[in-house]
Structures are given as C-alpha cells and as structure tokens.
C-alpha cells in the first residue's frame, strides 16, 4: 500500500510540474489551435521547455502504473486530487495567475470532497476495500466510447462560444471538463494496462494486453488529449482549467472505474454516506464554478463596488 501512495505523490509533483511548464512554454508560442493540429505539434515539439514539461507528465502516466497495481481505484483518485493545492501553488509562483475568492473556496470544497472519499476507504479486515484487476472489454467500451464522444462535442462547443465576438472569454471550466473526460478514460486505460503487468509470462501477457482496448483507447486519449489541451491552457488559466480537468478525470475513474472493474462500494453506511456526499460534494462546486474570466480592461467585482 505505501509503495502505492509514494507512487501518487510523486505523480502528483510530475503532473503539476509538467502542465505548469508547459502552461509557461505555451506562453512564448504564437496561437495553437485544434483545426491545425501538425501546426500545434510542430510548435510545441520545438519549445525545449514544453518537452521537458510533457517528460514530467509522461513519467506520472508511468508512475499511475504503480498506483493501479496497489491501491483500490477511488483511494488512487483521493490522493491525485491533492495534487491540486501543489498546482494552484506552483501557478502563483511560476506562472503569475492569481485566483478569485470564489476559486479558492471551490477548492477548499473540492479537497474536503476528496477527503471524505479517502475517509470511506478501509484497509484490512473484513469489508475491506479490494483492488479489481479484469474488467468486461464491452463493459469498458460501452463507458468510454460515449465519454470521448462527449468529451470531443463539449470541447467544439466551448470553442464555438469563444469565438463569439461578443461573449466574455471562458475561464477554461468547459474545456476542463472535457479533456478531464477524455483524461479519464485515459485513467481507466492506464488501470487495464496495469492489470496485465506481471513479472512471469511476459509475452503471453503483452499479447493479452494487445488483444485488449487498453492500448488503443491510451493512443487515441493520449493524441486527442494533446491537442486539445495544449489550445486550452494557452488561452485559459493553469490554476483553474487543471483543477476542473483533474477532478472530473478523477471522479469519473472513481464512479465508473470502481464499477468496471469490480471494485465493491462500502456495506457499512458511513462510509457509503461520505463516499457518496464526497462524489455529489465535487460536482456541485464544478457546477458552481465562474464560467467567464473578467474581460480585460473591465472592473473586477471588487472595483465595482468601489466609490469613485
């Protein structure tokens, strides 16, 4: 188990580190956008400091691995989510970005949401937490096909409201929401592909996992995922689009993830009751959550209120 959560903390500090560095090599590059995609890939790939950023978020993939294989998949995702105070930290300090009031309270709720979940968790004993190991291949594509489908159309439509000439420009809670749905069955890939990792027969194991969804639906998350969050972290803030990306990828490997993959939820009503108030807790302050950023030039609400 403590191999488990090392493995999560240090994911936690390549995740935050690497979309911070490449929130800050994105800063320096013309527009990106996803209709031009070789364009977005041809810039990116020659930014020496957003290569080093995509490393650090390559190598908390590979460390999520670990994770999988010894923790129960809504443990995993409590501990990912702390992640976030790190981020909002290293974004105030590397990138400039000051949150609202509002933002800091939603995070203060979206961590007490995760602590209630990890509270849920029991370790040993009788009705302890397992951790699931073989999922239903149809099982897994009947939840991930519409969840990349809705992902990709929730993301166009944020795009065509941006370009609105007369709209505020977003905050990035759209776009967070839906890379974190393709995020999260990137998450639930990750969990197969762990489930296939053994030390003896390996081989028969590779050729088990080729046979599975997993490395395909990784290919076409880790491709489409790219692309559409480079676009927008460019255009939106760090300290708010990885935090609405991160807890709906989270929530969504925790619901969906724990059902998949056989993974029972508590029999004893305490712990159902936080795991659920912990789930509907998150949600709701996503729901919550500004959808604009204050236009450039215009008075924050603090200055409105302010006689002249």
Excluded at 217 to 242: D, E, H, P, W
Excluded at 285 to 304: C, F, I, N, R, W
Aim: net charge positive; aromatic share 6%.
């Amino acid at each position: 188990m403590w191999w488990g959560v090392a493995a999560a903390l240090v994911s936690n500090v390549l995740y935050s580190g690497g979309f911070v560095l490449e929130k800050r090599a994105l800063a320096g590059l013309p527009e990106v956008t996803v209709h031009r995609p070789a364009r977005l890939l041809r810039l990116v790939l020659g930014s020496p400091l957003w290569i080093v950023g995509a490393l650090s978020l390559a190598a908390g993939f590979g460390a999520q691995l670990v994770v999988y294989r010894t923790l129960p998949i809504a443990a995993a995702q409590g501990l990912f989510v702390s992640g976030l105070v790190l981020l909002v930290m290293l974004s105030a300090r590397l990138l400039g970005e000051r949150t609202t009031v509002r933002e800091r309270y939603a995070l203060g709720a979206v961590l007490l949401a995760l602590l209630m979940v990890v509270l849920s968790l029991r370790e040993g004993g009788a009705g302890a937490d397992t951790v699931g190991r073989d999922a239903s291949y149809p099982l897994i594509l009947l939840v991930c096909v519409p969840s990349l489908a809705a992902g990709v159309w929730l993301y166009r439509s944020a795009e065509r409201r941006a370009r609105h000439p007369h709209r505020m420009p977003p905050t990035g809670v759209e776009y967070g929401v839906a890379v974190g749905l393709l995020y999260g069955v990137s998450s639930l890939a990750i969990k197969g592909v762990s489930s296939h990792l053994t030390t003896s027969g390996i081989g028969e194991a590779l050729l088990g996992l080729l046979r599975s969804p997993y490395p395909y639906l990784l290919l076409f998350t880790g491709a489409f995922g790219l692309v559409l969050s480079q676009a927008a972290l460019q255009r939106c803030r760090a300290s708010l689009i990885v935090p609405v990306c991160t807890t709906v990828t989270c929530l969504y490997t925790a619901v969906l993830g724990t059902l998949s993959f056989g993974e029972e939820l508590p029999d004893d009503p305490l712990r159902l009751a936080l795991r659920v108030a912990g789930t509907v807790l998150a949600v709701a302050v996503l729901l919550v959550m500004p959808k604009h950023d204050t236009a450039p030039g215009s008075p924050t609400p603090t200055e409105e209120l302010t006689p002249p």
